[in-house]
């Protein structure tokens, strides 16, 4: 079992910044964590959970929605079993909890899908008030 848990999540105003972290752990995850893929996904509210930004195992490739591009920064750090989200310029727009995702093995659904990932953090509440 693996067990995730986000964290930094808070109320910051339109136009600031906050950074997400996600932090991985379980009997295995030294060996393990370097080997998943990670995303984060959000959920506001009366909308759909939808895909934010993604990172491969090795922390070479990162994907983005198109609405955190050049915005949010996606992060991984192999030897601390942790992973993390910067977020810029925020909006109101980016207010929703925030939950981090991990995949063992092969993807077999597109990363940018929830359906793709093994296992969830409870999430994290961002709130940006304008």
């Known amino acids: 079992q693996v067990q995730l848990v986000e964290s930094g999540g808070g109320l910051v105003q339109a136009g600031g910044s906050l950074r997400l972290s996600c932090a991985a752990s379980?009997?295995?995850?030294?060996?393990?964590?370097?080997?998943?893929?990670l995303g984060w996904f959000r959920q506001a509210p009366g909308k759909e959970r939808e895909f934010v930004a993604a990172?491969?195992?090795?922390?070479?490739?990162?994907y983005y929605a198109h609405s955190v591009k050049e915005r949010f920064v996606i992060s991984r750090d192999n030897a601390k079993n942790t992973m993390s989200l910067q977020m810029n310029s925020l909006s109101p727009e980016d207010t929703a909890v925030y939950y981090c995702a991990a995949r063992r093995g092969l993807f077999l659904y597109s990363r940018t899908t929830s359906m793709a990932y093994d296992y969830w953090g409870q999430g994290t509440q961002v709130t940006v008030s304008s």
């Open positions: 379980g009997s295995t995850i030294s060996t393990s964590f370097s080997t998943y893929g």
């Open positions: 990172i491969s195992s090795s922390g070479g490739s990162t």
